[in-house]
């Protein structure tokens, strides 16, 4: 597989099932912030965390549902092994001036600003595992 087909690989997920993916996940945390005292803190922790959750093979719950992935570059690897990945992802999303920008850099490159930064690409998990997740 050369260095265009993988490229290809993300460009194939819908920005649809990402949102959809990203608003699960967004529910569940404020869910887990509902518990008293120190439901925030672990809300806020799932946030940061959810792409390297090893309990989930590297899947938050939202890419879990959608059959969606996301992967360490150049690596091609699952984020489990990348956390410091997982947190960069969601210290973009949790911080509202970088969430709007990464909004629209998402609605309108495909690739969130996150993505960059963290140097991750989300993919649909058949396509991981087709290659025997090592790409």
């Known amino acids: 597989m050369n260095l265009e087909d993988k490229q290809l690989l993300w460009e194939k997920v819908p920005l649809s099932e990402r949102l959809m993916a990203g608003l699960v996940d967004i529910v569940i945390a ?3 912030s509902l518990f008293p005292k120190i439901g925030w803190m672990f809300g806020v922790i799932y946030l940061l965390a ?3 959750l090893s309990f989930l093979n590297g ?3 939202g890419k879990k549902i959608f059959n969606l992935r996301t992967i360490a ?3 091609y ?3 489990s092994g990348w956390p410091e990945k997982s947190i960069i992802r969601g210290l973009v999303q949790i911080i509202p001036v970088l969430n709007i920008i990464d909004l629209y850099q998402l609605i309108t490159q495909k690739v969130r600003i996150a ?4 140097e991750t690409r989300v993919i ?3 396509d991981w595992e087709a290659k025997g ?3």
């Open 73 to 75: 570059l150049p690596h």
């Open 115 to 118: 993505d960059k930064w963290a």
């Open 50 to 52: 959810k792409d390297s």
């Open 124 to 126: 649909r998990n058949q």
């Open 59 to 61: 899947q938050s719950f």
């Open 77 to 79: 690897a699952s984020l």
């Open 133 to 135: 997740s090592s790409m």
């Open 30 to 32: 404020v869910l887990i």
